[in-house]
């Protein structure tokens, strides 16, 4: 599992062997290639780079050229175990309706992305009057791809808003380790959030 990025590790101890997975902005098809020869998942990917597609193919892995703006329409109700998107959240034109769209398609939903409530952002912010770049938060403001940030407390507030469960969390820091002040005040101190989520 080494191979994998910190997030995606976590998240496939999340996932039961035998599960149907779906891995919206599935990228080089890293995180399913783990699972289907470790886990012995069924799963299909949507990604929407040409070069990202090519590299899911060699692997063999069910994969869907598709824009997740576009919506999920062709999937049917709770055709899925999990539904994973990993740090594209903030990326997209209306994450509302793709979290709405993930918990319909499965069981459960994986969501991760960058906690824009961390100190280090708030200060950079307060002190500098510009967009803070950190680890999490690598491009500048005019390049980013990220257009709806969002901070831990945005999100479990949308949860609750919107009836929806919260079955697992883990608010670590950009390597993926936890921390005490991460657990006492995971939107202070939390960089990047992993939430396990349903319909109730």
Partial sequence: MSELRPDLQKICTWIKPGSRVLDLGCGDGALLDWLQNNRDISGYGVEIEPANVLSCLKKNINIIQLDLDAGLTDFADKSFDYVIMTQ??????RPDKTLLEMIRVGQQSIVTFPNFG???HRLYLSLNGRMPVSKALPAQWFDTKNIHLCTV???EQFCTHRGLGISKKDIVDYDHKPGALMKLWPNLFGEVALYQINGK
Avoid: G, P, R, T
């Fill in 88 to 93: 594209a959240l903030q990326a997209l034109q």
């Fill in 118 to 120: 961390l100190w280090k």
């Fill in 153 to 155: 407390n945005d999100f």
